[in-house]
């Protein structure tokens, strides 16, 4: 199973490179072959030749770091 994770994470500046250092040392890419998906042929048409398996690339982080200009606690 394939799943995605999203984090929203706030902290001080002097944090960021700590966290980003513990996200590299828990995610990793990792590659799979796939079929890709095959069009619907019409009744009628003859079916399509098997497709190659390809070797695609999941997983991983991508890390944004922004300045918050405003936030508030409720």
Do not use: H, W, Y
């Amino acid at each position: 199973m394939i799943s995605n994770v999203t984090l929203l994470i706030g902290m001080e500046s002097a944090q960021i490179e700590e966290a980003v250092e513990i996200i590299k040392a828990n995610c990793r890419s990792r590659t799979r072959l796939v079929s890709p998906p095959l069009p619907e042929r019409p009744p009628g048409f003859p079916p399509l030749p098997p497709v190659e398996k390809r070797e695609i690339e999941f997983g991983g982080a991508v890390i944004f770091v922004l300045d918050v200009k405003r936030f508030e606690r409720l």
